[in-house]
């Protein structure tokens, strides 16, 4: 179930170079990665202005992803020296629907990133971009509305 009140904003330009990166990580049978970055709105809502990629170096890399965290940290430098943060991390499964996996919060790293936005192959051409929230509870996770944006 999606979550009501405050959404993840995705420029469109950016949604379609996540699915062109998703896209290259299919042929390269590599989990695309990389992170999200921006601010928080009045509303709550989390605006994207960057979502760069990332070197996945997970020794699995078709079924799963996972960021260095020495590269983690020099994101979060860099956001910061441009009044932005790393809100979470994006990824695609190259097999599967647009939902965390389990071997998602493994991919998320002990940085602990709340916010996860997957690109998943459910069938759909473009592949189906959702957003979702870490919360307590049994299935750990809550689906973001996501808006893409001008």
Request: one cysteine or more; proline letters at 9%; aromatic letters at 4%.
């Amino acid at each position: 179930m999606v979550a009501s009140g405050p959404s993840l904003r995705l420029p469109a330009v950016l949604a379609a170079a996540l699915r062109v990166a998703w896209l290259d990580g299919v042929a390269e049978q590599r989990e695309p990665c990389g992170y999200l970055i921006g601010g928080v709105a009045p509303d709550g809502s989390l605006e994207i202005v960057r979502a760069p990629t990332g070197v996945n170096v997970d020794p699995e890399p078709a079924r799963a992803f996972r960021l260095a965290p020495e590269e983690h940290l020099a994101m979060r430098r860099e956001a910061r020296q441009v009044g932005a943060r790393v809100l979470g991390l994006w990824h695609g499964h190259l097999v599967g629907d647009a939902r965390p996996s389990r071997a998602d919060a493994d991919g998320l790293g002990p940085l602990g990133p709340q916010v996860a936005l997957i690109l998943g192959a459910d069938a759909d051409d473009p592949p189906r971009l959702a957003a979702w929230r870490r919360v307590e509870g049994a299935s750990g996770w809550e689906e973001l509305p996501v808006a893409i944006v001008d």
